[in-house]
């Protein structure tokens, strides 16, 4: 019983990372139908950004959940910066573009930024502070559930709160939702295009920022590859629960981190990776359009 | 008409600077003793390369400041190869078709493995301060193949003839990077600890190396009731998965190998890295001519050297040195120079054997107490 | 009105210039090293950030305008209104001769330059025929296959496998590699049948790493990461050779190979699969209007595309004498989808060419190898957004229908 609740406990962790990441690609590729390649990137950059500032600031002398925020909000700011530069640069030119174009150029930057990082630093991993802090109630339950994976599954909880909020109920989130549906209607009653598709990469960063900050912080370490293996597997995530749906990078999300953690748990550790395509596949033949997804019909 | 005039030449112009480019390098000077150094130089396990880079670079320093080997000067060749099998091949045969006489490198197993009937073939002999895999010496296909390192066999027959011997352990659990070094020194790990009757393994497992979570892995770990963790592998994931267990409150040792027994695990692992042990070649923080070597690379670097810089830097004397011996670069007498004559090095006095293995470099066993790692006795 | 303008681009850039200085500070300017506890701060990246992205915004506005105004001009470019290189291309005058000197260096080539050039003009033979391949899928048939490394890997190991249970040797293994692609790729076409565009892409993607984590971990099948070494290199009727001539007699098998490709692959363009690849591509709805056989096609594309993989492979196993999981992995796939891009799909000079750069610039420009994976990103991006259609226009055969003069 014991081993099937820790279990649970890994998989929710894995599920809500992996969430936090789909939720940038999904948003992004519902409102202009592209692959973000780079989106994993932005994660990796994220944690790096959060790792140098949480070392100055702890050089300087600073310490404690001050460290934390700081270093959090800044990473956020920097991932959310960009995420709107990479668009600005290497997807909207490309707007009319035929499909492969812009796709080529999401992977042509996420071999970039990746390159970016490994010489501007180094191709080590750099262990990574733990600035979560500790906490005391959780004493008891060490054994299967760590105050790291609480803060990580509490945080990815409010999150998803707060961007249903947004989506739902503000301005905003209406002017995403009618741009995503259909862009040139939006544009005809008003809405500025691509602000609202600056925004959603920005909201899109952010999340991955906050992601990288708090897996970084549970695993230790950090290193310039991070963001492509998490990427995938988020983008399959996201894919699983039907591309362009919110509920559905959620929910396929906690599905891949469950059949991971489990599959590891009960089969075997060495085809972890394996676990997310052979699942993803099996849905597609099933349900081609994802968990969620609609099926959209084709106009001829 | 002007357009296609100007297409025309801007295209010819084109074609000329490409023809320029494959132009091939003018030979370089004659009479120098050529050293090729080949390894991981760029990209993401450039860490484990460099430093052979370095070490070479101040050995040839160093000579060159005495007068050279035989009158000649030493002249390094650096190519890169990045690890990877067929860059590999390319970079031998670069390296074979500008004269070297002598190859330090390459760095990890696979690429060594392509290369190294390239270099055989031209009858160029090759030292590896890195390359592990058991058969490039003991199979006896590569006469001209040597280094300064054990194999992954006696690393494994160690660390468990110590589990077994000396902790008296019983139920064991194995687990590994499920790259070529980890992987291998895990699975002579498991042959070892299956041959000897004396104790079962319980586990034996891959971790994936920048994984999102390894609480699963260490969750089956506890559910195997295991006294030990023998891990195969490289400090980054040793890190995570002592630090998890530890968290956990599991107290099941943990041992692993020369990719762990680094002060970089110390430092990443912090007081989760206490007990650690890990294989390692002996001790040489005594040696005089280590303690020089480090000396020198943080005056000309500016930092500490990193993985296996003592193995590159005695691999690079042992085979300079073995030319002066030989008198010559002649394939057959540097060969028997490196079997019969010792040179002294950071890693002792050391020549080589029959299949290539440096004599008087073994293993030993050290363990993490407070925050250093010491040799057990 | 110029003095204006200049002024404004003249504040853009400097907004951009500190922007950009902004958004790098951290990475660049900060160097962080957590084992040792060290920060390094290097001001002078800064100084170069700000100047490098000012003077490239000026490039960036400047080509983005001309962009604009080409537009309008592409079809007028060249003579009667074909693209520039396919007139070229179509001048006998000029394409013969330059015909011949191509065919005369490249059987000179290995006899005049090193062993180590052979080699690499080789390699970049082997992702022509790669490229060639993929075109089939991706150009013409337009199915984004971004797991075509898998059957690369399905023809290498298929003969380093073989051979080292059975003793089989290059020639027989070449079939056996093809065919062994050419099953994986109709196994793995059977599942994707009905995906449209991207989720096709993803399971592509997945189809490929899955090989790879399977080669990597099935060690009593493929010996996992440790690779299997010791794979003969082809023999020209039992003959012994050494270094030297094994390369120039593999260099001339893969100019061989080109040419074949090349062939088939022209042939294949005006055939009636061709069509029908080329029509699944415009429009799958009318294709299937037409009476083509959506599923036949598609099964048929990836069969033909996974076989070139497949004898590449081979060639490769061959070549390298060694192979491990690791040289086949997404960067590959993404790579040979790039010289297809690149070069311009559809278009098989463009795809000569796009090899030949990617290939081979990154080798002879050894002083820079740090960067090179940073340019090869960056050139991507940067050809997508002002080529798009590749280096060399892939362009259809059009019928012109004239009226009869009376």
């Known amino acids: ?292 997804g609609h099926t959209t019909s084709q106009k001829v | 008409m002007k357009t296609r005039f100007i297409n025309i030449s801007v295209f010819s112009i084109i074609v000329v600077i490409s023809l320029i480019f494959t132009m091939p390098a003018p030979l370089p000077a004659a009479d120098t003793i050529k050293l090729g150094v080949a390894g991981s130089h760029s990209g993401d396990l450039a860490s484990y390369g460099i430093p052979t880079v370095r070490a070479a670079e101040l050995v040839a320093r160093d000579i060159n400041a005495r007068g050279g080997i035989l009158g000649k000067k030493v002249e390094l060749l650096v190519e890169d190869d990045v690890c990877k099998p067929e860059v590999a091949t390319n970079t031998a045969t670069k390296l074979a078709s500008k004269g070297v006489h002598v190859v330090l490198g390459h760095i990890c197993s696979g690429a060594t493995k392509s290369a190294i009937g390239i270099y055989k073939e031209a009858r160029i002999i090759v030292l590896s301060p890195s390359a592990t895999n058991t058969e490039l010496t003991q199979s006896g296909k590569y006469p001209n193949f040597y280094r300064t390192i054990g194999y992954d066999r006696n690393q494994a027959r160690l660390a468990v003839d110590f589990a077994i011997k000396r902790l008296g352990l019983k139920k064991i659990a194995i687990l590994h990077d499920k790259g070529d070094y980890g992987k291998g020194f895990a699975e002579n790990a498991k042959k070892y600890i299956s041959d000897s009757k004396q104790a079962n393994v319980v586990l034996f497992e891959g971790v994936t190396p920048g994984a999102v979570d390894y609480s699963a892995v260490v969750q089956k770990v506890r559910q195997s009731g295991t006294d030990a963790v023998i891990y195969g592998g490289y400090h980054p994931e040793a890190a995570t998965i002592v630090s998890q267990m530890r968290k956990k409150n599991m107290k099941t040792l943990f041992i692993s190998d020369d990719g762990v027994k680094d002060n970089t695990f110390i430092k990443v692992a912090g007081r989760y890295a206490e007990g650690v042990y890990a294989t ?33 830097y005695a691999g690079a004397q042992a085979l300079l040195y073995a030319i002066k011996n030989a008198g010559s670069t002649d394939y057959e007498k540097v060969r028997k120079a490196l079997r019969s004559h010792n040179v002294e090095t950071p890693l002792g006095k050391i020549k080589f054997d029959n299949k290539g293995d440096a004599v008087g470099v073994g293993f030993s066993m050290y363990q993490v107490q407070r925050g250093v790692y010491v040799e057990v006795k | 009105m110029h003095a204006t303008k200049f002024m404004e681009g003249l504040k853009q850039s400097t907004i951009i210039a500190l922007w950009f200085m902004f958004l790098t500070f951290p990475v660049m300017a900060i160097r962080v090293n957590t084992i040792e506890n060290t920060i390094e701060w290097r001001w002078m990246n800064m100084l170069y950030v700000g100047c490098g992205s000012f003077i490239l915004s000026f490039l960036w506005r400047y080509l983005a305008a001309k962009k604009i105004t080409t537009k309008k001009l592409f079809l007028k470019d060249g003579l009667d209104g074909r693209p520039l290189m396919q007139a070229l291309l179509g001048e006998r005058r000029l394409f013969l001769p330059a015909l011949g000197i191509v065919a005369v260096s490249a059987l000179l080539f290995p006899f005049v330059f090193s062993t180590y050039q052979t080699n690499i003009m080789t390699t970049a033979l082997m992702y022509v025929v790669l490229g060639l391949g993929l075109n089939i899928v991706v150009g013409q048939a337009g199915l984004l296959n971004l797991g075509y490394v898998a059957f690369y890997a399905a023809g290498a190991y298929t003969y380093a496998l073989l051979n080292y249970h059975f003793g089989v040797g290059f020639w027989l293994a070449l079939p056996l590699g093809a065919l062994s692609a050419t099953i994986l790729g109709i196994l793995l076409a059977l599942p994707v049948l009905r995906l449209r565009g991207d989720y096709l892409a993803i399971v592509t993607l997945g189809f490929g790493e899955i090989t790879r984590i399977i080669l990597e971990n099935w060690n009593e099948f493929s010996f996992g990461p440790s690779g299997i070494s010791g794979i003969p290199r082809p023999g020209l009727f039992g003959m012994e050779m050494d270094i030297h001539e094994a390369t120039i007699y593999l260099y001339f098998l893969m100019i061989i190979l080109c040419l074949i490709t090349i062939f088939v692959v022209n042939r294949l363009q005006n055939s009636r699969i061709g069509r029908a690849l080329i029509a699944l591509r415009e429009d799958e709805i009318a294709c299937q209007a037409m009476g083509i056989d959506k599923t036949r096609v598609k099964l048929t594309a990836f069969a033909l595309g996974s076989t070139w993989a497949g004898l590449v492979g081979v060639i490769f196993a061959a070549k390298t004498t060694f192979i491990n999981p690791a040289s086949f992995t997404f960067l590959e796939s993404a790579m040979i989808l790039s010289i297809v891009v690149l070069g311009g799909m559809g278009s098989i000079t463009g795809i000569i060419i796009g090899a030949f750069l990617l290939i081979l610039l990154p080798e002879y420009l050894r002083a820079f190898s740090d960067y090179r994976m940073l340019l090869f990103g960056l050139i991507m991006v940067v050809m997508m957004i002002y080529r798009p259609q590749g280096i060399i226009t892939g362009v259809r055969r059009t019928y012109e229908f004239h009226r009869e003069e009376k």
């Open chain 1, 1 to 292: 019983m014991d081993f099937f609740s820790e279990l649970c406990v890994g998989g929710l962790t894995r599920g809500s990372i992996y969430a936090l990441i789909a939720l940038g690609y999904t948003m992004v590729y519902g409102i202009i139908e592209l692959i973000n390649f780079a989106h994993g990137e932005i994660y990796m950059i994220g944690a790096f950004t959060a790792l140098i500032m949480a070392s100055v600031l702890t050089m300087s002398g600073m310490s404690g959940i001050s460290v934390l925020i700081l270093a959090a909000v800044v990473a956020v700011i920097y991932s959310a910066a960009y995420g709107f530069t990479v668009e600005k640069v290497a997807y909207r030119p490309l707007r009319q573009a035929p499909r492969l174009s812009p796709l080529i150029s999401a992977i042509g930057m996420s071999i970039f930024l990746q390159n970016y990082v490994l010489i501007a630093q180094t191709s080590d991993f750099l262990p990574f502070p733990n600035l979560l802090p500790e906490l005391e109630f959780l004493e008891p339950y060490t054994s299967f559930i760590g105050s790291t994976e609480f803060i990580i599954i509490v945080t990815t909880a409010v999150i998803m709160v707060l961007l249903t909020i947004l989506i739902k109920f503000t301005r905003m989130g209406k002017a995403m939702r009618a741009t995503a549906q259909d862009r040139d209607m939006a544009m005809l009653v008003g809405v500025n295009a691509n602000r609202v598709i600056s925004n959603t990469f920005i909201i899109g960063s952010s999340l991955a920022a906050i992601g990288g900050v708090l897996i970084a912080s549970h695993i230790g370490r950090i290193n310039f590859y991070i963001g492509f293996i998490a990427g995938i597997k988020a983008f399959t995530a996201a894919v699983l629960g039907g591309i362009g749906s919110i509920p559905g990078a959620v929910l396929g999300a906690l599905v891949l981190g469950f059949t991971e953690s489990f599959g590891t748990g009960y089969v075997s550790s060495d085809y972890e990776d394996v676990f997310a395509f052979v699942l993803l596949i099996l849905i597609l033949i099933f349900k081609p359009s994802g968990l969620l």
């Open chain 2, 280 to 312: 390692s070649h002996k001790d040489t923080s005594k040696n005089p001519l280590a303690i020089a070597a480090i000396a020198a690379h943080k005056k000309t670097y500016g930092t500490e050297p990193g993985a296996f810089f003592l193995n590159g």
